[in-house]
């Protein structure tokens, strides 16, 4: 998970603990036979995983420098029979299963890539890789792909169809999907539907998602002028013209971070405050100067697309009529990133399918979207392929474990590797069936 303010990412670690106090250990009623034999194949290989997670902890590796992972996952997926591809994008890996029975395509995706980081790691399998830590959690979220591989493969009779596992490096600085897709991805599969999931700071038996965006989108607005003796007017009206595009009072609980948890405008209400938003960064307005032009530059977050859309034939038509008209060169978006968008009614299914097999009171349905700058580039693949991105707690509070991406003190309980490889293993199989 990309995180571009760790200031208020840390913020969150208290506030999403609300999300999910509830008892751990796993309750569920399992009647349809396959389901519980993914239970009970899950229960057999879970202290191998949790032994090869571990592995990739003590082992992790940068964005783009995957090599031993790559290796590990490589080697792993041919044990199990499966088809591999690798060197995609860099040390991107991707396992095939075939059941040879006509039917659905369907993909999971994993992030592989660990961060440069000198905290001190907090367990005692700890980081040998000076430097270097697994502070995301993308080392659980691998050893959870490879969980549910192994599976799947055991359960090649009983499927139909074809599901795909894509082990992607270099998510953390957003670019390792699209390197997948650039190397030739979707000529090598062809996917129906593709999900994945991303450890959060919620109990262990926590799922939570929505439909469309779970995250703001952020872009630069670019606004250039012709050089003039008329620049620091241009300037402060430019700096003006930005700021009203802002609809969020200054004094608004929107940006306390206590708000994002608190139980009735929060992400999880209904009434959340958290939907129909944009605002600027006042504190990253930038102006540049050349010999013929001066550029104002603002990052904007909204939370939606159609606010964006609407967002630049807005600023023009302004300039247009003011008496700076004749001086604009260009408004644009200089930087722009794919956004994670759940397909709605993949994820009405998908919860479906998990809710009806592992209890309801085990999936958190979110209502507004995160404003903290978060991302992940997850988003390149919906791009092309419909899907769904999770969430899945891997928190343990009783014990102080608080899986809270990029916090100094990130730890996962380990019990969340069997609750991800049950949920989504189920979840695909339903897939497959549909």
Same mark, same amino acid.
């Given at each position: ?48 995983? +949790? ?40 040390? *991107? ?38 430097? +270097? ?132 405008? *929060? ?107 978060? *991302? ?23 014990? *102080? ?34």
């Amino acid at each position: 998970m990309t995180s571009n303010n760790t200031a208020i990412t840390l913020a969150l670690t208290v506030q999403l603990l609300l999300f999910a106090l509830v008892s751990h250990g796993q309750s569920t009623t399992i009647e349809s036979p396959i389901h519980a034999n993914i239970q009970e194949k899950t229960g057999k290989i879970f202290d191998s995983l +949790v032994k090869i997670r571990r592995d990739f902890h003590i082992h992790p590796e940068v964005s783009g420098n995957e090599k031993r992972t790559s290796e590990k996952i490589t080697k792993y997926l041919q044990s199990l029979g499966l088809e591999v591809k690798t060197g995609i994008g860099g040390y *991107g890996v991707v396992g095939i299963l075939n059941t040879g029975k006509k039917g659905k395509r369907i993909a999971w995706r994993a992030d592989m890539d660990a961060m440069p980081s000198d905290i001190p790691d907090v367990v005692d399998f700890a980081s040998k890789n000076k430097g +270097v830590r697994h502070i995301c959690g993308h080392d659980v979220n691998t050893t959870i792909a490879l969980g549910i591989a192994n599976v799947m493969a055991g359960l090649k009779e009983k499927l139909t169809g074809t599901i795909y596992f894509i082990f992607q490096p270099a998510e953390e600085p957003y670019t390792g999907a699209k390197a997948m897709i650039d190397d030739g991805l979707f000529e090598m599969i062809s996917p129906d539907e593709i999900y994945g999931s991303h450890i959060a700071p919620m109990a262990t038996t926590m799922i939570s998602t929505k439909p469309e965006w779970m995250f703001a989108d952020y872009k630069t607005i670019k606004i250039s002028f012709q050089n003039s003796d008329k620049n620091d007017a241009i300037v402060a009206y430019s700096k003006e013209l930005i700021s009203k595009l802002q609809n969020v009072a200054p004094d608004s609980k929107f940006w306390d971070p206590n708000s994002l948890g608190d139980p009735t405008i *929060g992400l999880a209400s209904p009434n959340t405050i958290f939907t129909d938003y944009t605002f600027v960064n006042k504190k990253r307005i930038k102006v540049e100067k050349t010999e013929n032009e001066i550029t104002i530059k603002a990052y904007i977050g909204s939370s939606a697309k159609e606010k964006f859309d609407v967002m630049l034939p807005q600023l023009k038509q302004e300039i247009s009529n003011s008496k700076f008209a004749k001086d604009l060169i260009e408004v644009e978006f200089s930087y722009e990133r794919a956004n994670l968008y759940n397909d709605k009614t993949l994820t009405k299914k998908s919860l479906g399918h998990i809710a009806q097999l592992y209890g309801a009171e085990n999936i958190i349905m979110l209502h507004g979207i995160m404003a903290d700058y978060r *991302g992940d580039d997850f988003a390149y693949f919906q791009e092309h392929v419909p899907g769904v991105y999770f969430y899945l707690g891997g928190s343990y509070f009783e014990k *102080g474990i608080l899986s809270m991406p990029h916090a100094p003190n990130f730890q996962v309980d380990e019990s969340c590797i069997k609750t991800g490889v049950n949920y989504f293993s189920s979840m695909i199989v339903e897939r497959l069936a549909e």
